[in-house]
Structures are given as structure tokens and as C-alpha cells.
């Protein structure tokens, strides 16, 4: 079983910054994409940012230029730097992971438990 382990998340003015990392444990045969998505209450969860295998990476068009993800392979481990926080930031950020692990062997999407992130005006 895959377990995904957020940190970073807080409380932060507008216009700081804040790291997410998420860790990725137990038995992993490979990890291919990582991203983070976010979710308010009532509205869809949106894409934030994704890093594939190869380090390719996409943003959502509102973090476009301020958010940078990146990842370290030996610790299976994706990071977010968020800069120039906005309060409409402020939200539920979750970790997403494609990896194949047992007992199925195939790719299969394995997602965190979300940490607050909240911006203050």
C-alpha cells in the first residue's frame, strides 16, 4: 500500500511564501507523474501542478509563474514552493501520485490527505 505524508501547509500573509512537501512510502515498484491538485469547499479539486518521470512539468494557469514543482526520485518526494501567495490560494492542497506498486503491479492513482493552506489578506 502506498502511503503519501503531506507537510508544509500554514497560515501565511499574502505575498509570502510556503513549501509542500510529500513524501511517498512503502512498496513502489516505480512512480511515474506527481502533482498537487487543491480543492475549496463546494468547487471541483483543480490541478495545481504536475511533474512527470522525466521532470516535465505543468502549471494551472493561476499559479502560472509563482508555484514551482519539483521532486527528488531516491526519496520519492514532491515538493511545491509556493511564492507570492494570493488569499484565493488558500484552499486544501492534496498530493497525487501515479505509482505501481503491489498487489496489482499497475499504475494506479494514490492521494494524500490534504493540508491547509490559508493566505490572509
Known amino acids: 500500500q502506498v502511503q503519501l505524508v503531506e507537510s508544509g501547509g500554514g497560515l501565511v500573509q499574502a505575498g509570502g511564501s510556503l513549501r509542500l512537501s510529500c513524501a511517498a512510502s512503502?512498496?513502489?515498484?516505480?512512480?511515474?507523474?506527481m502533482g498537487w491538485n487543491r480543492q475549496t469547499p463546494g468547487k471541483q479539486r483543480d490541478l495545481v501542478a504536475v511533474?512527470?518521470?522525466?521532470?516535465?512539468?505543468n502549471y494551472g494557469d493561476s499559479v502560472m509563474g509563482r508555484f514551482t514543482i519539483s521532486r527528488d526520485n531516491a526519496k520519492n518526494t514532491v515538493y511545491l514552493q509556493m511564492n507570492s501567495l494570493k488569499p484565493e490560494d488558500t484552499a486544501v492542497y492534496y498530493c497525487n501520485v501515479q505509482a505501481r506498486a503491489p498487489p496489482r503491479g499497475v499504475f494506479s492513482d494514490y492521494w494524500g490527505q490534504g493540508t491547509q493552506v490559508t493566505v490572509s489578506s
Open positions: 512503502g512498496i513502489i515498484f516505480s512512480i511515474n507523474a
Open positions: 511533474i512527470d518521470s522525466l521532470g516535465t512539468t
